[in-house]
Protein backbone atom coordinates (compact mmCIF):
# COMPACT_ATOMS: atom_id res chain seq x y z
CA UNK A 1 0.00 0.00 0.00
CA UNK A 2 1.78 3.18 -1.48
CA UNK A 3 0.31 5.30 1.98
CA UNK A 4 2.94 2.29 3.85
CA UNK A 5 5.70 4.19 2.53
CA UNK A 6 7.81 6.43 4.43
CA UNK A 7 7.22 10.05 4.33
CA UNK A 8 9.47 12.29 2.09
CA UNK A 9 11.98 13.39 4.82
CA UNK A 10 11.71 17.31 3.35
CA UNK A 11 8.17 16.66 4.39
CA UNK A 12 9.07 15.95 7.65
CA UNK A 13 11.38 18.81 7.64
CA UNK A 14 8.81 21.21 6.47
CA UNK A 15 6.29 19.87 8.94
CA UNK A 16 9.11 20.08 11.94
CA UNK A 17 9.55 24.02 10.77
CA UNK A 18 5.94 24.84 11.19
CA UNK A 19 5.25 24.91 7.41
CA UNK A 20 0.93 24.67 7.49
CA UNK A 21 1.47 23.97 3.59
CA UNK A 22 3.21 20.69 3.77
CA UNK A 23 1.12 19.61 6.77
CA UNK A 24 -1.55 19.89 4.93
CA UNK A 25 0.12 17.87 2.07
CA UNK A 26 0.68 15.61 5.05
CA UNK A 27 -3.08 15.45 5.66
CA UNK A 28 -4.61 15.09 2.18
CA UNK A 29 -2.22 11.81 1.95
CA UNK A 30 -3.19 10.40 4.90
CA UNK A 31 -6.67 11.43 5.41
CA UNK A 32 -8.68 8.66 3.53
CA UNK A 33 -6.94 5.93 5.32
CA UNK A 34 -7.17 7.70 8.57
CA UNK A 35 -10.89 8.53 8.09
CA UNK A 36 -11.69 5.29 7.00
CA UNK A 37 -10.36 3.36 10.17
CA UNK A 38 -12.24 5.80 12.58
CA UNK A 39 -15.28 5.48 10.29
CA UNK A 40 -15.14 1.56 10.65
CA UNK A 41 -14.82 1.67 14.32
CA UNK A 42 -17.33 4.59 15.51
CA UNK A 43 -19.59 4.03 12.43
CA UNK A 44 -21.14 7.67 12.03
CA UNK A 45 -19.80 10.18 9.34
CA UNK A 46 -19.89 13.29 11.95
CA UNK A 47 -18.43 11.46 14.83
CA UNK A 48 -15.56 9.69 12.47
CA UNK A 49 -14.72 13.39 10.92
CA UNK A 50 -14.13 14.52 14.64
CA UNK A 51 -12.21 11.88 15.14
CA UNK A 52 -10.09 12.50 12.03
CA UNK A 53 -9.66 15.94 13.06
CA UNK A 54 -8.57 15.12 16.62
CA UNK A 55 -6.53 12.97 15.37
CA UNK A 56 -4.41 15.03 12.82
CA UNK A 57 -4.41 17.73 15.60
CA UNK A 58 -2.46 15.26 18.01
CA UNK A 59 -0.39 14.31 15.60
CA UNK A 60 0.25 18.19 14.76
CA UNK A 61 1.12 18.66 18.16
CA UNK A 62 3.69 15.26 18.07
CA UNK A 63 5.22 16.46 15.04
CA UNK A 64 8.55 16.81 16.31
CA UNK A 65 8.89 13.40 17.19
CA UNK A 66 7.96 12.14 13.36
CA UNK A 67 10.66 9.49 12.03
CA UNK A 68 11.56 10.08 8.17
CA UNK A 69 12.60 6.60 8.32
CA UNK A 70 9.48 5.16 8.75
CA UNK A 71 5.53 5.69 7.36
CA UNK A 72 3.22 7.68 9.78
CA UNK A 73 0.29 5.60 8.96
CA UNK A 74 0.64 3.08 11.61
CA UNK A 75 1.32 6.18 14.31
CA UNK A 76 -1.70 7.90 12.70
CA UNK A 77 -3.96 4.72 12.83
CA UNK A 78 -2.77 3.85 16.29
CA UNK A 79 -4.34 7.48 17.31
CA UNK A 80 -7.33 7.36 15.54
CA UNK A 81 -8.42 3.96 16.87
CA UNK A 82 -7.46 4.92 20.60
CA UNK A 83 -9.83 8.44 20.11
CA UNK A 84 -12.51 6.68 18.10
CA UNK A 85 -12.41 3.68 21.18
CA UNK A 86 -12.78 6.84 23.34
CA UNK A 87 -15.70 7.97 21.58
CA UNK A 88 -17.23 4.66 21.31
CA UNK A 89 -16.66 4.54 25.61
CA UNK A 90 -18.51 8.08 25.65
CA UNK A 91 -21.39 6.94 23.63
CA UNK A 92 -21.96 3.86 25.51
CA UNK A 93 -22.26 5.92 28.82
CA UNK A 94 -24.74 7.93 26.73
CA UNK A 95 -23.03 10.98 26.42
CA UNK A 96 -23.06 11.00 22.72
CA UNK A 97 -26.08 11.57 21.05
CA UNK A 98 -26.22 7.76 19.24
CA UNK A 99 -29.38 7.97 16.66
CA UNK A 100 -26.98 8.69 13.82
CA UNK A 101 -24.66 5.96 14.47
CA UNK A 102 -27.37 3.28 15.19
CA UNK A 103 -28.87 4.30 11.68
CA UNK A 104 -26.08 3.65 10.42
CA UNK A 105 -24.75 0.64 11.92
CA UNK A 106 -27.83 -0.85 10.76
CA UNK A 107 -27.99 0.42 7.55
CA UNK A 108 -24.97 1.31 5.72
CA UNK A 109 -26.20 2.26 2.59
CA UNK A 110 -25.08 -0.53 0.46
CA UNK A 111 -23.94 -0.37 -3.44
CA UNK A 112 -26.40 -1.29 -5.22
CA UNK A 113 -24.01 -4.88 -6.28
CA UNK A 114 -23.97 -5.49 -2.42
CA UNK A 115 -27.34 -4.78 -1.63
CA UNK A 116 -27.76 -7.35 -4.49
CA UNK A 117 -25.18 -10.18 -2.80
CA UNK A 118 -26.79 -9.97 0.83
CA UNK A 119 -27.54 -6.52 2.26
CA UNK A 120 -29.09 -8.17 4.69
CA UNK A 121 -26.18 -10.17 5.73
CA UNK A 122 -24.22 -7.22 5.47
CA UNK A 123 -26.12 -5.43 8.08
CA UNK A 124 -26.40 -8.27 10.96
CA UNK A 125 -22.86 -8.44 10.44
CA UNK A 126 -22.01 -4.75 11.11
CA UNK A 127 -24.74 -5.01 14.32
CA UNK A 128 -22.38 -8.28 15.22
CA UNK A 129 -18.98 -6.48 14.66
CA UNK A 130 -20.21 -3.36 16.90
CA UNK A 131 -21.20 -5.43 19.73
CA UNK A 132 -17.19 -7.10 20.05
CA UNK A 133 -15.62 -5.97 22.53
CA UNK A 134 -12.68 -3.09 21.83
CA UNK A 135 -9.89 -4.94 20.97
CA UNK A 136 -11.85 -7.76 19.24
CA UNK A 137 -13.46 -5.48 17.29
CA UNK A 138 -10.06 -2.86 16.36
CA UNK A 139 -8.56 -5.96 14.39
CA UNK A 140 -11.56 -6.95 12.58
CA UNK A 141 -12.33 -3.56 11.37
CA UNK A 142 -8.18 -3.10 10.74
CA UNK A 143 -8.54 -6.34 9.05
CA UNK A 144 -12.23 -6.17 6.93
CA UNK A 145 -12.32 -2.69 6.72
CA UNK A 146 -9.04 -1.14 5.86
CA UNK A 147 -7.76 -4.52 4.62
CA UNK A 148 -4.28 -4.43 6.14
CA UNK A 149 -2.35 -7.59 6.09
CA UNK A 150 -1.59 -8.90 9.36
CA UNK A 151 2.40 -7.91 10.25
CA UNK A 152 0.48 -4.52 9.20
CA UNK A 153 -1.91 -4.54 11.83
CA UNK A 154 0.85 -5.64 14.08
CA UNK A 155 2.36 -2.75 13.46
CA UNK A 156 -0.64 -0.59 14.14
CA UNK A 157 -1.79 -2.25 17.35
CA UNK A 158 2.29 -2.65 18.44
CA UNK A 159 2.15 -6.12 18.88
CA UNK A 160 3.10 -9.57 18.07
CA UNK A 161 1.61 -11.11 14.88
CA UNK A 162 0.63 -14.12 16.65
CA UNK A 163 -1.65 -11.80 18.76
CA UNK A 164 -3.02 -10.76 15.95
CA UNK A 165 -3.84 -13.97 14.90
CA UNK A 166 -5.13 -15.03 18.21
CA UNK A 167 -7.55 -12.08 18.39
CA UNK A 168 -8.63 -12.71 15.00
CA UNK A 169 -9.63 -15.97 15.72
CA UNK A 170 -11.46 -14.95 19.06
CA UNK A 171 -13.63 -12.59 17.03
CA UNK A 172 -14.13 -15.01 14.15
CA UNK A 173 -15.49 -17.54 17.30
CA UNK A 174 -17.49 -14.65 18.99
CA UNK A 175 -18.93 -13.84 15.45
CA UNK A 176 -20.21 -16.64 14.92
CA UNK A 177 -21.91 -17.38 18.57
CA UNK A 178 -23.51 -13.96 18.42
CA UNK A 179 -24.99 -14.71 14.97
CA UNK A 180 -26.01 -17.84 15.74
CA UNK A 181 -29.29 -16.19 17.08
CA UNK A 182 -29.42 -14.04 13.75
CA UNK A 183 -28.44 -16.14 11.21
CA UNK A 184 -27.17 -14.20 8.78
CA UNK A 185 -27.81 -15.82 5.34
CA UNK A 186 -25.24 -17.26 3.44
CA UNK A 187 -24.26 -16.18 0.69
CA UNK A 188 -25.81 -19.02 -2.20
CA UNK A 189 -21.93 -19.03 -3.81
CA UNK A 190 -20.42 -19.69 -1.21
CA UNK A 191 -19.10 -23.41 -0.79
CA UNK A 192 -16.60 -24.63 1.77
CA UNK A 193 -15.05 -26.26 -1.35
CA UNK A 194 -14.70 -23.80 -3.91
CA UNK A 195 -11.31 -21.65 -2.67
CA UNK A 196 -10.36 -25.27 -2.73
CA UNK A 197 -11.42 -25.65 -7.02
CA UNK A 198 -9.79 -22.22 -7.30
CA UNK A 199 -6.73 -22.89 -5.29
CA UNK A 200 -6.17 -26.12 -7.56
CA UNK A 201 -6.52 -24.32 -10.59
CA UNK A 202 -3.35 -22.22 -10.18
CA UNK B 1 -16.02 -43.42 3.68
CA UNK B 2 -18.15 -44.79 6.83
CA UNK B 3 -18.29 -41.48 9.01
CA UNK B 4 -17.91 -42.86 12.35
CA UNK B 5 -14.24 -44.14 10.89
CA UNK B 6 -13.51 -40.94 9.49
CA UNK B 7 -14.28 -38.89 12.63
CA UNK B 8 -12.03 -41.58 14.33
CA UNK B 9 -9.02 -40.74 12.29
CA UNK B 10 -9.83 -37.42 12.98
CA UNK B 11 -9.10 -38.08 16.54
CA UNK B 12 -5.43 -39.30 16.07
CA UNK B 13 -4.56 -36.23 14.27
CA UNK B 14 -2.92 -33.24 16.80
CA UNK B 15 -5.33 -30.83 17.38
CA UNK B 16 -3.40 -27.78 16.41
CA UNK B 17 -3.23 -29.64 12.40
CA UNK B 18 -6.71 -29.35 12.62
CA UNK B 19 -6.29 -24.91 13.62
CA UNK B 20 -3.60 -24.69 11.18
CA UNK B 21 -5.58 -26.06 8.13
CA UNK B 22 -8.95 -23.91 9.28
CA UNK B 23 -6.58 -20.64 9.41
CA UNK B 24 -5.04 -21.68 6.19
CA UNK B 25 -8.79 -21.25 4.95
CA UNK B 26 -9.39 -18.64 6.15
CA UNK B 27 -6.53 -17.12 5.05
CA UNK B 28 -7.70 -18.31 1.68
CA UNK B 29 -11.02 -16.45 1.87
CA UNK B 30 -9.65 -13.39 2.93
CA UNK B 31 -6.87 -13.33 0.08
CA UNK B 32 -3.37 -13.35 2.21
CA UNK B 33 -2.96 -17.01 2.42
CA UNK B 34 0.30 -19.10 1.04
CA UNK B 35 -0.18 -21.37 -1.65
CA UNK B 36 1.42 -24.57 0.01
CA UNK B 37 0.00 -24.00 3.12
CA UNK B 38 -3.33 -23.38 1.63
CA UNK B 39 -2.51 -27.00 -0.81
CA UNK B 40 -2.05 -28.46 3.41
CA UNK B 41 -5.04 -27.10 4.50
CA UNK B 42 -7.15 -28.48 1.63
CA UNK B 43 -6.09 -31.75 1.65
CA UNK B 44 -6.72 -32.06 5.72
CA UNK B 45 -9.56 -30.72 5.21
CA UNK B 46 -10.94 -32.88 2.45
CA UNK B 47 -10.47 -35.92 4.59
CA UNK B 48 -11.82 -34.56 8.04
CA UNK B 49 -15.07 -34.40 8.48
CA UNK B 50 -14.79 -31.57 11.13
CA UNK B 51 -12.86 -29.38 9.87
CA UNK B 52 -15.01 -29.46 6.73
CA UNK B 53 -17.89 -28.99 9.67
CA UNK B 54 -16.06 -25.86 10.71
CA UNK B 55 -15.17 -24.26 7.02
CA UNK B 56 -18.59 -24.44 6.13
CA UNK B 57 -19.36 -22.50 9.19
CA UNK B 58 -16.05 -19.98 8.74
CA UNK B 59 -16.20 -19.15 5.22
CA UNK B 60 -19.53 -17.39 5.27
CA UNK B 61 -18.80 -15.49 7.62
CA UNK B 62 -15.55 -14.63 6.28
CA UNK B 63 -17.03 -13.15 3.05
CA UNK B 64 -19.52 -11.67 4.64
CA UNK B 65 -17.12 -9.13 6.98
CA UNK B 66 -15.09 -9.02 3.43
CA UNK B 67 -18.35 -7.79 2.17
CA UNK B 68 -18.90 -5.88 5.37
CA UNK B 69 -16.02 -4.01 4.76
CA UNK B 70 -16.37 -3.09 1.37
CA UNK B 71 -19.84 -1.66 2.44
CA UNK B 72 -17.68 0.57 5.05
CA UNK B 73 -15.40 1.57 2.69
CA UNK B 74 -17.87 2.85 0.12
CA UNK B 75 -19.62 5.41 2.47
CA UNK B 76 -15.53 6.18 4.24
CA UNK B 77 -15.66 8.75 2.53
CA UNK B 78 -14.00 12.09 4.40
CA UNK B 79 -16.09 15.49 4.07
CA UNK B 80 -14.90 17.98 1.81
CA UNK B 81 -14.14 20.40 4.66
CA UNK B 82 -12.25 18.55 6.58
CA UNK B 83 -8.89 20.53 6.12
CA UNK B 84 -10.80 23.60 6.40
CA UNK B 85 -12.18 23.12 10.13
CA UNK B 86 -8.47 21.49 10.70
CA UNK B 87 -6.99 24.49 10.10
CA UNK B 88 -9.10 26.50 11.88
CA UNK B 89 -8.24 24.25 14.76
CA UNK B 90 -5.12 24.93 14.12
CA UNK B 91 -4.94 28.54 14.14
CA UNK B 92 -6.91 28.72 17.16
CA UNK B 93 -4.90 26.78 19.30
CA UNK B 94 -2.00 28.55 21.21
CA UNK B 95 1.39 27.04 19.90
CA UNK B 96 3.92 25.80 22.22
CA UNK B 97 6.94 27.81 21.36
CA UNK B 98 5.22 31.22 21.79
CA UNK B 99 5.87 33.42 24.24
CA UNK B 100 1.60 34.35 24.73
CA UNK B 101 2.04 30.63 26.55
CA UNK B 102 5.34 30.77 27.74
CA UNK B 103 4.30 33.91 30.05
CA UNK B 104 1.31 33.25 31.83
CA UNK B 105 2.92 29.91 32.56
CA UNK B 106 5.48 31.29 34.52
CA UNK B 107 3.67 34.02 35.81
CA UNK B 108 0.98 32.30 37.18
CA UNK B 109 2.80 30.25 39.65
CA UNK B 110 4.16 32.91 40.80
CA UNK B 111 0.71 35.01 41.68
CA UNK B 112 -0.47 32.26 43.42
CA UNK B 113 2.30 32.23 45.37
CA UNK B 114 2.02 35.16 46.82
CA UNK B 115 -1.88 34.95 47.12
CA UNK B 116 -1.45 31.62 49.22
CA UNK B 117 1.12 33.27 51.53
CA UNK B 118 -0.75 34.67 54.00
CA UNK B 119 -3.45 31.81 54.25
CA UNK B 120 -0.41 29.16 54.66
CA UNK B 121 1.30 31.80 57.72
CA UNK B 122 3.98 33.12 56.02
CA UNK B 123 4.83 36.67 56.95
CA UNK B 124 7.30 38.95 55.19
CA UNK B 125 11.49 38.15 56.23
CA UNK B 126 12.85 40.38 58.72
CA UNK B 127 14.68 41.92 56.25
CA UNK B 128 12.19 43.04 54.09
CA UNK B 129 10.37 44.06 57.06
CA UNK B 130 13.27 46.45 57.63
CA UNK B 131 13.33 47.61 54.27
CA UNK B 132 10.03 48.49 54.34
CA UNK B 133 10.49 50.22 57.82
CA UNK B 134 13.47 52.09 56.30
CA UNK B 135 11.18 53.94 53.58
CA UNK B 136 9.85 55.73 56.49
CA UNK B 137 13.15 57.02 57.93
CA UNK B 138 12.62 56.07 61.32
CA UNK B 139 14.68 53.35 63.08
CA UNK B 140 13.39 49.73 63.87
CA UNK B 141 11.86 49.64 66.96
CA UNK B 142 11.46 53.99 67.49
CA UNK B 143 8.21 55.42 67.59
CA UNK B 144 8.50 56.88 64.15
CA UNK B 145 7.96 53.64 62.38
CA UNK B 146 4.80 53.07 59.95
CA UNK B 147 1.87 51.71 62.22
CA UNK B 148 0.80 48.14 60.27
CA UNK B 149 -2.59 48.37 58.44
CA UNK B 150 -5.20 46.28 59.37
CA UNK B 151 -4.14 43.30 57.43
CA UNK B 152 -0.56 43.32 58.25
CA UNK B 153 -1.87 43.48 61.86
CA UNK B 154 -3.73 40.34 61.63
CA UNK B 155 -0.96 38.21 59.97
CA UNK B 156 1.14 39.87 62.69
CA UNK B 157 -1.40 39.27 65.66
CA UNK B 158 -1.87 35.46 64.06
CA UNK B 159 1.89 34.70 64.28
CA UNK B 160 1.70 36.01 67.85
CA UNK B 161 -0.84 33.75 68.57
CA UNK B 162 0.88 30.56 67.59
CA UNK B 163 3.84 31.47 69.26
CA UNK B 164 1.59 31.69 72.73
CA UNK B 165 -0.16 28.84 71.87
CA UNK B 166 3.12 27.00 71.41
CA UNK B 167 4.47 28.32 74.38
CA UNK B 168 1.46 26.67 76.28
CA UNK B 169 -0.89 28.38 78.93
CA UNK B 170 0.59 30.17 82.64
CA UNK B 171 -1.03 27.45 84.40
CA UNK B 172 0.82 24.76 82.57
CA UNK B 173 3.85 26.32 82.38
CA UNK B 174 4.55 26.83 86.32
CA UNK B 175 8.20 28.44 85.66
CA UNK B 176 6.61 31.22 83.92
CA UNK B 177 7.24 29.27 80.39
CA UNK B 178 5.25 32.19 78.76
CA UNK B 179 7.06 34.69 80.25
CA UNK B 180 9.59 33.47 77.45
CA UNK B 181 7.70 35.23 74.56
CA UNK B 182 6.71 38.58 75.96
CA UNK B 183 4.46 39.42 73.39
CA UNK B 184 1.12 40.73 74.60
CA UNK B 185 -1.83 39.99 72.11
CA UNK B 186 -4.10 43.53 72.05
CA UNK B 187 -7.71 41.76 73.58
CA UNK B 188 -5.82 39.41 75.86
CA UNK B 189 -4.91 39.55 79.22
CA UNK B 190 -1.42 39.32 79.34
CA UNK B 191 -0.46 36.43 82.19
CA UNK B 192 2.91 38.46 83.04
CA UNK B 193 0.85 41.36 84.00
CA UNK B 194 -2.02 40.27 86.03
CA UNK B 195 -1.09 37.12 87.62
CA UNK B 196 0.78 37.28 90.90
CA UNK B 197 2.36 34.50 92.39
CA UNK B 198 2.33 33.99 95.82
CA UNK B 199 4.77 35.47 97.98
CA UNK B 200 5.32 38.09 95.57
CA UNK B 201 5.79 41.81 97.68
CA UNK B 202 3.36 44.36 96.68
CA UNK B 203 5.44 47.12 94.87
CA UNK B 204 6.41 49.83 97.44
CA UNK B 205 4.50 53.29 97.11
CA UNK B 206 6.76 55.47 95.25
CA UNK B 207 9.21 52.61 94.14
CA UNK B 208 10.72 52.93 90.66
CA UNK B 209 8.81 51.02 87.86
CA UNK B 210 6.39 50.27 90.27
CA UNK B 211 5.96 46.48 89.13
CA UNK B 212 6.57 43.63 90.16
CA UNK B 213 8.55 40.08 89.70
CA UNK B 214 6.73 37.50 87.77
CA UNK B 215 8.29 33.93 87.93
CA UNK B 216 9.54 34.41 90.83
CA UNK B 217 10.75 30.95 90.92
CA UNK B 218 13.27 32.06 88.70
CA UNK B 219 12.94 29.41 86.40
CA UNK B 220 12.89 30.13 82.82
CA UNK B 221 12.59 34.06 83.55
CA UNK B 222 14.49 36.33 80.59
CA UNK B 223 16.48 38.93 80.34
CA UNK B 224 19.04 40.40 82.57
CA UNK B 225 18.63 40.26 86.55
CA UNK B 226 17.26 42.63 88.15
CA UNK B 227 15.09 44.16 84.98
CA UNK B 228 15.27 47.77 83.83
CA UNK B 229 16.07 46.97 79.93
CA UNK B 230 13.40 47.47 77.89
CA UNK B 231 11.49 44.78 76.93
CA UNK B 232 12.97 42.64 80.13
CA UNK B 233 10.34 40.72 82.32
CA UNK B 234 11.00 40.15 85.85
CA UNK B 235 14.35 38.95 87.67
CA UNK B 236 16.04 35.85 88.31
CA UNK B 237 15.21 34.96 91.83
CA UNK B 238 14.65 38.72 93.04
CA UNK B 239 12.21 39.82 95.20
CA UNK B 240 12.63 43.97 94.57
CA UNK B 241 10.24 45.40 92.14
CA UNK B 242 11.06 45.01 88.32
CA UNK B 243 9.93 47.77 85.97
CA UNK B 244 6.74 47.39 84.88
CA UNK B 245 7.26 46.44 81.00
CA UNK B 246 4.29 48.51 79.99
CA UNK B 247 5.92 50.59 77.61
CA UNK B 248 7.57 47.94 75.84
CA UNK B 249 5.18 45.06 75.65
CA UNK B 250 3.29 46.35 72.47
CA UNK B 251 6.62 45.97 70.48
CA UNK B 252 7.22 42.96 71.72
CA UNK B 253 8.22 41.48 68.67
CA UNK B 254 10.52 43.79 68.20
CA UNK B 255 8.49 46.54 65.93
Not at chain 1, 22 to 47: K, P
Not at chain 1, 161 to 172: C, D, E, I, P, Q
Amino acid sequence: MGDRAPVDPAMVNALQADDLGAFEAFYRRYEAAVYRTAFGLVRDAMAAEDVVTEAFLRAYGARGRLDPQRSPLPWLQRITINLALNHLRRRRLGIEDIAGAEAAAADPAPTPDLAAEGRETVAALGRAVDRLPERLRTVTVLRYVDELSLAEIADVLDCPVGTVKSRLHHAMRALRSDLGTEAPAAPATVHPLVPAVEVRRR
Amino acid sequence: MIPGLAALRGLFIPRHVHAAAIQAIVELLDGTALAADVEDALAHVEMCAACRHEVADVAPLVLGLRRFGAAVRANALPGAAGWRRLSERLAGAPRRTTLRAVAPALIAPLVVAVALMPAIGVSRSAYVTDLALSETGAAPGSDGVRPLRPAERAVDERANYDVLRWAGPPAANPGGTGSLVGLRIPGLPDPTLTERAPGDVAPAPGSVGGGWTVGSGGSGALGPAGGGASGAIGGVGSTTPAPLPVATADRGNGR
